[in-house]
């Protein structure tokens, strides 16, 4: 089963501002697992491009928040979630783009970022 993964970085990702809840290692262990990896932020693309690279992990797509519709038509998965700390930004763009959304602690509890050893 394909799974694709948005990640927002601000208040999600430990290397946000504000820090998130989700490491980079539990990025790597679902990247690992085979499944397509992305950020999708109000962050300038080429600034998320340079928080991935600096941290080694290969992405499948960067891309502005507003623009994740353009993810899904793009790549084909049995499954689209976006992972977001915003009400009014996140979800809304997730549902919109007809993705489900999960808040950080939600996504942690899945065994998508556990490691495999």
């Known amino acids: 089963m ?17 820090p998130g809840p989700l490491t980079m290692d539990m990025v790597r262990n679902s990247k690992a697992k085979g499944f397509l990896i992305g950020s999708c932020s109000d962050r300038p693309m080429s600034a998320q491009r340079a928080i991935w690279e600096r941290h ?6 960067v891309i ?3 623009m994740l519709a353009d993810v899904k038509a793009k790549f084909e998965a049995d499954a689209y979630v976006h992972i977001g700390d915003r009400e009014d930004l ?9 993705f489900d959304f999960l808040w950080p602690h939600e996504a942690m509890e899945k065994s998508w970022f556990a490691s495999e050893g």
Request: no cysteine; proline share 6%; glycine share 12%.
């Open 56 to 61: 080694g992990i290969a992405v499948d797509f």
């Open 2 to 18: 394909a799974i694709l993964i948005s990640y927002d970085i601000d208040g999600t990702l430990e290397v946000g501002d504000p």
């Open 64 to 66: 502005p928040k507003h």
């Open 90 to 98: 996140d979800r809304r763009y997730a549902l919109k783009a007809g």
